[in-house]
C-alpha cells in the first residue's frame, strides 16, 4: 500500500502589510466596464470593500516580468495572501495610497492554510 499524500503544512506569515480588495463600481465605465475607485487622501470612493488581507511580497522574477512584458502588461508587485474565492481579476488592490489592478491570481497547491499570489500592476492614473 502507498502512502497517503499529505498536505504540506507550512506556517504561513503575512508581514508586509494589509491590501484592501475593492470591487470595481458598476457605474458604467469606458467601454463597459466598472469604474476604478479613486483614492483621495487615503480614502477610497466609487468602490465596494470585498476583504482587507494581510500579504507579504514576493519576487518579481526575470522570467514572469519579461514574460508580462511580452503580453504587454507590466508587473509592479506580486504579493502572497491567504485564499479568499471572493477574490477576482475584476478587483482592483489598494496598498497604502497605491491602487493596483490585479493581472493574475494563481492559487497555491499543496499548502495549508491554501494561499493565492496576486500579480499586480498599478494604476497611475484613473
Known sequence: MGRPKS???KAQCFPDGVADIYARSLSGGDGG???Y???SD???TNGTLRCSLRFREKKVGMTRYYAALNED???DKIIVTLFNPAVSRL??????AD???IR???NTAGEYPETMDLSLERIDEV
Open 33 to 35: 466596464l466598472p469604474d
Open 99 to 101: 491602487l493596483y489592478q
Open 7 to 9: 498536505i504540506h503544512r
Open 42 to 44: 487615503g480614502v477610497v
Open 73 to 75: 502588461i507590466q508587473i
Open 104 to 106: 493574475q491570481i494563481q
Open 91 to 96: 478587483d482592483v488592490v489598494v496598498i497604502g
Open 37 to 39: 475607485p479613486v483614492i
